[in-house]
């Protein structure tokens, strides 16, 4: 069965950071680019960030540019989302998604069951 499950979400104050890890079973990342997306309450799902099969291409929203790192670690079968400097408009639940090309996320076809970051006071 194909998965990806993620990791790491929670409840962090302005200015906070989290960290999420997206792992993978079933299948392997290898030769596929990652997608970091989130949905706010009322809002559509955005992307976020995606980073290439070899890692050595990342792209990033505007909104979180500076602020968010997206890395991944192929022995591990994991991508990450390092995320610092927490806004409360941050505050959604975040997915990972795999890509069947190496390069580009604009088509996923497989995606993780989401983990809710909450930025509040």
């Known amino acids: 069965q194909l998965q990806l499950v993620e990791s790491g979400g929670g409840l962090v104050p302005p200015g906070g950071s989290l960290r999420l890890s997206c792992a993978a079973s079933g299948f392997t990342l290898d030769y596929k680019a990652i997608g970091w997306f989130r949905q706010a309450p009322g809002k559509e799902r955005e992307g976020v960030s995606c980073?290439?099969?070899?890692?050595?291409?990342?792209h990033y929203a505007d909104s979180v540019k500076g602020r968010f790192t997206i890395s991944r670690d192929n022995a591990k079968n994991t991508v990450y989302l390092e995320m610092n400097s927490l806004k409360p408009e941050d505050t959604a639940v975040y997915y990972c998604a795999a890509s069947p090309t190496p390069a580009l996320c604009s088509t996923v076809i497989v995606w993780g069951q989401g983990t809710l970051v909450t930025v509040s006071s």
């Open positions: 980073i290439s099969s070899s890692g050595g291409s990342t």
